[in-house]
Structures are given as structure tokens and as C-alpha cells.
């Protein structure tokens, strides 16, 4: 009985010490996968951090320059960013800059309490900066852990631009007694090998470096405890292209290209495409950049540029009359040409420099792959984020005889402005129209005469109201008023408009005018007036020889703005003085050789019976500032339009802006920019 007393006994010890070990065990994995976590909390705040310093770059650091740049590391343990960090393209280790302002983090912290160290690299820091800044710029990281397996880094645009390190608690030798001087926040010193085992050598100059992360069997063995995460360049640029002033740094450098190049004579030298960096070189110097931001846009984006000029057979997006094409090549894709696989912009074979053309299957898909060839070329027209990896292309004209183009970017000085109430801007090329001196309007003028008939006139224009107006919403209060047209008068009277109409017709030339008596009017109105039979609301109209009443036939007005009307009532009601008001725009297509209800237009048919005009406008539509074409108007609806009856003295015009605006509590006024006219 003894003995079995005894068995039992030892039975339950050993069942109680197997349980001990069980569930010591189990304790040391639960305190090891809590102290996992807190290095990652810290790792991926870190991450975070950084991507919305690079997503943010121009607003928090420097308004001139592109986004997606990186901070330098913190050399001297002071909790903030050490710029400059070495020389140009070279990789860089420190620590996190937790403190730096535009970061403004706690320092952050591995479970051991050891703050972050942090590498970066040389084309993606941006203190010295490397060109160009883009999403094709490769990495300098390869990322493996202790055992060869590789993390990031089977590409160069897979290698990171950036490594975020935990060092954990030392390992022998290593010897973290703080350095001799002020206190830090985060404490110990700066020698890399003192904190981390396979991340303390960087390869120099523009070399890649290999990065080791620990596992848990290199941590068991006390050889390398480091762990980490990496951010690369499509962790930036994911979410960089969401942004609408990222779209608008693209949109801008391709449309201040295409607009300088469509003003140069089809045989104009400058036209001709380069033997280099995909064709872009010669354009390039002919139509430079303006402004240090667009300088820096069009720095670090011109790889992604491509241009061609073959002799014959050339039609981009359907149209013809093209004589080059313009190309921007959204994010990398895979190849549409053999060998399969994915596009690499690394070498200079691909990518192109001054000596080297490029391979232009590395750029653009599908049928664009004929380039530098003449062919159906055909894409967007501008870049859009939900299909970022789409060709971009537009139609080069140039200015062909008898066609014509003016702009605010080019031509601003020319303009004449009328009236007191007329400001132009000449650093940022555009005019504000404000109350003039008592019953005056205020007129900005074009010198030019414009041919229309037998023409195609195409113009777009931007705007913006300078106060907030809740009347039209809510009848109380005020209603500012009045408001601006763009006024096309005939040029038969031989000189242009030296005049400006009164502040209560928006300072149109109207009927008594010499100017205005054969006009068109594209009205944008934010004040109701009965007695020009107006309807509540802001609304804009299309109206004739300088009459502004509604009432006066072919005028109607329509609340659908779908281009059933001359005139359509805009939704919400106070459009356009929105608080806080914002900015809009307007598209303009004049079609001359048109039948009688203008259903067909063909200009070179304009003769009677094919003499009217039809007269489209489009408000507030988007990607619509290209006017070397029409607008796809299966893709684009009007918003206005009007079918005008022959009127020979409209066979040339003058055209301007226009303005009449009340003073005190129901001031207005209204800026205008960004004004592209062309008549082909």
C-alpha cells in the first residue's frame, strides 16, 4: 500500500513539474510576443511618421520643391533631423529624428527601451538632394534577415528607401554608456555598432547596402537581435498620387509644355525631338520651366517624358492635324513588349540620358509602344490617380498659318485694362475686377483680333470670387452682386474696345456700342436682377450683341446645365460665392460652318447656308484645359450651349473679360486666371 502511495505521489510531481514547464513556457512566449508587439506599435508609428513627412514634403518643409523627399537621420543624439547628411546619392545611418518638427513624435521606442535608429537613402533624403525625385528613383537597401532570406530588394525599385531599427536590449561587447556631455532624451551614444549587428556597415558613394534583420534563432544566440521595417518608394507614392495638388504638379508640367509648343510654327527647329532622354531635351530648352516650383516639378518628373515628331501619320486621341505628340508615362507596369515582365527605369539604357535614347517599352503600353513612330497614339489627357500607370499623351500642333494663340502665361503684358476697377497681377498673371469709381464697370482687353470665321475657337479660363454670399441659399441678408462676362466684339470697327460698359451690366459693351452692338456674352451672374428677367440664383448664360435680358429670344434659361439652354441656373444656388469661396473654370468652343440648328459644324464649309455658330460652354468641368482639341462631348456634357444666327461682322473678334461690381455691404469682386485663346 505504501509503494502505491508512493507511485501516486510521484506521478503527481511529475505531472505538476511537466505543468510548471508548460506553462512557464507558455508565460516566456506571451511575454516575448507582448514585447514583439511594442517594438512594432513603435516601428510602425516611426514609419508612419515618415511617410506623411515625405507625402507632405512642400507644406512642411519647403513650398518650392516636389514631394516624397526624407529627412536626414539625427547624428548627434539630439532627437532631431542633422542636415546636410553627407555627400549627394550617398546613404546615411543615425538615429530616428523623433523631435523634428515636422515629424513631432514621442521618441520612440523598441521594448527595451532603446529609441529607433533609422538609414536613408542618398536619392530619397533631402538634404543634399539627387535628381530626379519620382517614383522610378531606386532604392539603396537590400533587406535579408540572419538567415540569407531576402525581404526587399529582388528589384531597384524594390530596394527600400528607407530602414526603421530596433537595436533591443545589448549583446556582448556592445557598450552603451552614454557619451560625455548634455544629457539626451534618448540617452547612449552614437556608435552604430553599439546598438545594431547587421545594419552598421553602408556601402559609399551610390552603392547598395545590405541591411540584416535578426530572427529568433540569431536572437537566441546573441548574434543579432536588430529587427526593423522598411518603407520604399511606392509606400510614398501610394499615396502621394491621391493628392489633388499631386495630380496638379503632373497636369501643369505637361499643359505648360504643350501650351508653349503649340504656339512655335510646325518647321520650327525647336519642335524637332532629341536623339536623347527619350526626345524631351530640345522641348525642353525651347519651352523651359517658369517659377522655382515648376523648375523643381519638371526636375524631378522629366524622366517620365517622352516626345516624338515622325514625318507623317501622326493622331493622337483621334485627332488629326497633330505634328508631334507629348507623352507623360504614368507608374511602372509590366511590359506590353517582349520579354515579359515588369518595367525597370534603373539604367541608363532604359531611363535615357543626354547620349542614350531610352527604351521606350520600359514607358508606355499598348499601341504607344510604336514610339518615336508615327501612328494612333492614344491615351488620357491628363493624369489620373485611379489608373496611375496610364499612358498621358497630348496632341502638338504647333501654330500653323492663319491659326492663333494667346494666354496669360505668355501674353499677359499685352492685355489693356479699363477702368479703375480693373488690378492686374502681373507676378502671377492674372487680373482681380472690383468696384470701379461710381457707375463704371472694369474691362481687361485683349489687342488681338481673333478670326472666327472659317475658324475653331477654343478657350478656357479659370476664376474665383473674392466674398462668401448666402443670399441666393437664403433671401435675407445682402445679395453681392453684380458679376463678369467674357465679351467676344467685332472687330469690324478696326481697333479694339478702349471702353468698358457700367457696373450694373457686369461692364459689357452693350447694344449703343459700336463694340458691343455684334457681341457674344458668356454672362456669369451673382446677382438676380428682374428687370434683366435673371433667375434666382447664380447662373451663367450665353447671350448676344450686348443685351444681358434673358427675356430676348434665343435666351433662355434651364436649371439642368446640360447643355439644353443658353442658360442654366447653377446648384447650390450660391455657386460661386461658396464660404469660403473657391475656384472654377469655364470652357469655351466656338464651331463656325455650321447648318442651321447646328447640329453639324464644319469650318471650312462656312458659307451660307453653313454659316452659324454654335456656341458651347462648359462650367466647372474637369481636365478640360487643353485647347488644342475639342472636348469629347460623350465624356464632357455641356453645360451651355446656343445655335447663333449668321452675323458677317462676327467674322473676326476682340475678345476680354468684363466686370461690374457693387461697393459697401454688397461688394463683390473676382479674379481671373490661367485665360488660353485659340482660334485654328
Sequence with gaps: MKQQRGSALLLVLLVLGVLAVY?????????????????????????????????????????????????????????????????????????????????????????????????????AKDNPKTSPMNWDAPGQFVVQDATGTLLAGSTPHDRAWAVLLAPHEALTGQDRTATIGPATECGGNMLANNYLEGSIVLAGGGAISTLILGTAASREAGINNDSGTWISASDIFDRLKKRSDFKADIDDMLGDLALCLNTLNPSDPALTASTGNKGVDQIISACPAQGTLKVNVLAGWRNNLLYAKPAAGLTVNGAVGCVAVLLFAGERTLRSLAPPGPQIRATGAQTGNATLFGDPAMYLEGANTVFPAGGAYGGAGFFDPGSASADVVRCIKGLPAGSLQESFAQDFPRFVAIGAGAVPDLAHMSVKLVNAVGAAGACFWSPTAVPLARKTLRAHHEFEFSFADDFALTGTGTDRGNGFSLQ?????????????????????????????????????????????????????AILLNGSIDHSQPGASMSPAC????????????????????????????????????????????????????????????????????????????????????????????YYGFTGGFNAGAGQQAVSLSHLVVRSE
Aim: charged residues 15%; glycine residues 10%.
Design 562 to 653: 446640360d447643355g439644353t439652354a443658353a442658360g442654366c441656373r447653377h446648384a447650390p444656388a450660391n455657386l460661386f460665392e461658396e464660404s469660403i469661396p473657391t475656384g472654377h473654370n469655364q470652357r469655351l468652343e466656338l464651331h463656325s460652318g455650321c447648318n442651321a440648328g447646328c447640329s453639324v459644324c464644319n469650318p471650312s464649309a462656312h458659307a451660307a447656308p453653313n454659316d452659324y455658330l454654335r456656341v458651347t460652354v462648359w462650367v466647372d468641368c474637369k481636365d478640360c484645359n487643353d485647347v488644342a482639341t475639342d472636348l469629347d462631348r460623350s465624356h464632357h456634357v455641356p453645360s451651355l450651349q446656343r445655335c447663333i444666327t449668321p452675323n458677317a461682322a462676327l467674322n473676326s473678334v
Design 23 to 123: 506553462f512557464s513556457l507558455g508565460t516566456l512566449g506571451g511575454v516575448q510576443a507582448e514585447r514583439d508587439r511594442n517594438t512594432s506599435t513603435a516601428l510602425g508609428q516611426a514609419r508612419e511618421a515618415l511617410i506623411g513627412f515625405a507625402s507632405g514634403y512642400r507644406y512642411l518643409v519647403n513650398p518650392n520643391e516636389v514631394f516624397g523627399y526624407l529627412p536626414c537621420p539625427d547624428s548627434n543624439n539630439s532627437g532631431t533631423a542633422s542636415p546636410p547628411c553627407a555627400a549627394a546619392n550617398v546613404a546615411v545611418l543615425g538615429r530616428f529624428p523623433w523631435k523634428t518638427k515636422s515629424i513631432a513624435v514621442a521618441p520612440l521606442r523598441d521594448h527595451s527601451a532603446q529609441c529607433l535608429w533609422y538609414a536613408v537613402s542618398g536619392a
Design 488 to 540: 467676344l466684339v467685332s472687330a469690324d470697327v478696326g481697333t479694339a474696345p478702349s471702353a468698358c460698359g457700367t457696373g450694373g451690366t457686369m461692364g459689357t459693351l452693350d447694344g449703343s456700342d459700336p463694340w458691343g452692338a455684334n457681341s457674344i456674352i458668356l454672362e456669369t451672374d451673382v446677382h438676380r436682377d428682374a428687370v434683366s428677367a435673371d433667375l434666382a440664383g447664380n447662373h451663367s
